[in-house]
């Protein structure tokens, strides 16, 4: 199985028209790259129609955990992102399982999006166990990023964060790298809570081969 994608056999079906009219969206790259205009804002006026806290959790896969989170908070919106749309029709089951009302799921590249993403729109961005750096030329692809750094600054409300956990030591040395370049940004170290939330595949998998988890709470400072 690949480090950063989800298994290729993982068993599942495309939703039906009308589920998927409710709960996935497809945005492809080569579009979404040329024409990003073509595609909606991704705040919760746009997605839900309504005005409400907004989580956006980046490589959702079968979405585990963001459908726990929207479970917890109905009043809140939720979209999961994934690049592959296998895991993402799971993630689909999962919701209609859960009649959940307050989800999306999108598939597209997360680091295309960043750019639809308007100013103080999110109250948490969600970043687990993104894929490593495996080789250096594939730096660019990472979602760990300035960019991905650059938007979450922007687009997080004062008071917002982006939950980072990962198994890797070079992920969460790099994300340390690159915080000092945001000033409005703040990382402090995960709390014990935090990181025994096993509500993901890759979680449970790393920590049950005995893999150090690391993990920061970057919040979005208010401005002075
Ligand atoms: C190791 S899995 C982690 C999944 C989940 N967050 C968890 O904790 O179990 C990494 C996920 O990131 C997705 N991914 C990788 N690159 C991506 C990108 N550029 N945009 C969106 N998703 C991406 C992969 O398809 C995969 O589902």
Not at 33 to 61: I, K, M, Q, V, W
Not at 121 to 141: A, C, E, G, S
Not at 209 to 221: A, D, F, N, T, V
């Amino acid at each position: 199985m690949g480090r950063g994608r989800y298994p290729a056999r993982l068993k599942v079906t495309v939703p039906p028209p009308e589920i998927a009219a409710r709960y996935y969206r497809s945005w492809p790259a080569h579009e979404l790259y040329h024409h990003p205009d073509r595609f909606p804002l991704l705040n919760a006026e746009s997605l839900f129609g309504r005005n409400a806290p907004l989580t956006l959790e980046l490589g959702c896969a079968t979405g585990e955990y963001i459908c726990t989170l929207a479970t917890a908070q109905p009043d809140a919106c939720f979209v999961g992102v994934d690049i592959v749309a296998k895991p993402l029709y799971r993630a689909v089951e999962r919701a209609v399982e859960l009649g959940l009302e307050n989800i999306i799921f999108l598939q597209a590249d997360a680091r295309l999006l960043y750019q639809r993403i308007p100013d103080c729109v999110l109250t948490t961005i969600i970043l687990h166990f993104p894929p490593p750096l495996l080789r250096n030329r594939q730096r660019n692809q990472l979602l760990v990023s300035a960019q991905m750094l650059g938007c979450a600054e922007r687009s997080l409300v004062p008071g917002g964060y982006l939950s980072f956990l990962t198994d890797h030591p070079d992920l969460f040395s790099l994300m340390q790298e690159l915080l000092p370049a945001f000033p409005r940004l703040r990382g402090l170290p995960a709390s014990p809570s935090e990181l025994a939330v096993f509500e993901s595949h890759y979680h449970r998998r790393w920590a049950a081969r005995g893999r150090e988890i690391r993990g920061l709470r970057i919040e979005r400072i208010a401005e002075e």
